[in-house]
């Protein structure tokens, strides 16, 4: 499960924020996370609150911000949005959509104290 | 030591995470916001991925200074990445330097089979890690050393999830998929095909045994990433390895003129 390692990753942007921007407490993280990122955003929630104990996020709240996939239809000439990799065109049925953006996966927003 | 972290020092066979949690003392620094109860919104805009990318660019230009091209190699389990590895290794002695960074959650004996060849290889025991990630490649590397204008193959963990989010610094990324598996795993893990430079369809002397459809799994492959290049072989026979090193040889990066340049950031 490869989102005990973002949510890591998470903590570490916290902890550098959190001498950067004087605080000692995460309260709340908004975290945006694209329709095309390679997360599961359940397992994601779970990560956050196990491996957040004893650390400054401790008990935060993980809000998640979806963002759409967006992808480019070689068949129709459109731009899309689809929700998942490898879904058909929503315009033209076709399936030679090309990803071309939604696999974010960024901490947007801190409520810190 | 490390030259994107500095960190040095450790056994490359344990666990190695930099972050610094739980240790409490280091954050309840002075000059906090004291007594005040409320809290206050911080605007971050911060990419989850941003360290294992800062690590992945380090290798990357590591690698293209030397003229070398890394290969991620990602595939489920038994799909035939090692046996692949061992035929491609063998039959590339003589034509490029190689080397190998193994990576799985346990034991070394693919880095032994590896190494019969005469190729150096590291075997990364990621533990209960499921994947490689930039940090390790680079650590690995360090261990190894790159060769010049050579090929680097990185074989991921078996694994066709978790591989999918975490670049490692590799040139191009090739997904193996044998004709063992249901051909409809493209569709069933897309992220890892999303990502993917070359689709290989593995153990094609088998086709006549077994009720797979190559035509299909392309097809649904393509779907996911209509870029993706498709290569049909068989490590066993040999069958439509020519094409193989043909790609190979396409993707190496111009070849690395004198070690003065080699250094340069």
């Keep these: 499960m490869h989102e005990m390692s973002l949510v890591q990753s998470i903590l570490r942007i916290l902890e550098e924020q959190a001498t950067e921007q004087d605080f000692t407490e995460v309260r709340t993280v908004w975290l945006r996370v694209g329709a095309l990122s390679h997360v599961d955003p359940e397992a994601l929630r779970f990560c956050f609150e196990a491996a957040g104990q004893g ?3 401790e008990g ?18 459109s731009r899309v949005t689809i929700p998942t990799h490898g879904a058909p065109c929503p315009a033209c049925g076709g399936t030679r959509v090309r990803p071309t953006g939604g696999d974010d996966l960024a901490i947007a927003e801190l409520e810190v104290a | 030591m490390c030259s994107v972290c500095g960190c040095g020092g450790h056994d490359h066979g344990h666990d190695h995470h930099h972050h610094h949690a739980a240790d409490d003392g280091t954050l309840a620094f002075a000059g906090g916001s004291g007594a005040d109860d409320g809290g206050r919104l911080v ?3 911060r990419d989850v991925l941003d ?7 380090a290798n990357r230009a590591r690698l293209d200074a030397a003229g070398s091209l890394a290969l991620n190699l990602v595939s489920s389990p038994g799909a035939g990445k090692t046996t692949l590895l061992v035929r491609t290794l063998g039959d590339l002695a003589g034509r490029h330097p190689t080397a190998v960074v193994e990576g799985d959650q346990q034991t070394g004996r693919d880095a032994d089979r590896i190494r019969e060849t005469g190729a150096p290889a590291l075997q990364v025991t990621t533990g209960k890690g499921c994947h490689l990630d930039a940090h390790m490649v680079g650590h690995a590397l360090d261990h190894l050393g790159v060769p010049e204008n050579g090929v680097v193959f990185l074989e991921n963990v078996g694994n066709l ?3 999918a989010a975490f670049d490692l610094g590799e040139g191009a990324r090739v997904v193996i998929v044998s004709v063992t598996e249901g051909e409809d795993k493209p569709l069933k893990y897309p992220d890892i095909f999303a990502n993917a430079d070359l689709m290989v369809l593995n153990k094609v002397d088998l086709l006549p045994h077994l009720d797979f459809d190559a035509d299909q799994c392309e097809a649904w492959a393509r779907q996911v990433n209509p870029d993706l290049r498709c290569l049909r072989l068989s490590a066993t026979t040999g069958e439509g390895l020519d094409a193989w090193y043909a790609w190979i040889d396409a993707r190496r990066p111009a070849p690395a003129e004198a070690p003065a340049l080699a250094e340069a950031p």
């Excluded at chain 1, 911000?65 to 967006?70: F, L, N, Q, S, V």
């Excluded at chain 2, 360290?51 to 660019?57: F, I, Q, V, Y």
């Design chain 1, 60 to 77: 935060a709240r993980l809000e998640i911000i979806a963002a759409p996939g967006e992808g480019w239809c070689i068949d129709c000439a």
């Design chain 2, 43 to 45: 605007q971050i805009e």
């Design chain 2, 51 to 57: 360290h294992n990318n800062s690590h992945a660019a």
């Design chain 1, 55 to 57: 650390t400054l996020a």
């Design chain 2, 161 to 163: 999830v978790c591989p």
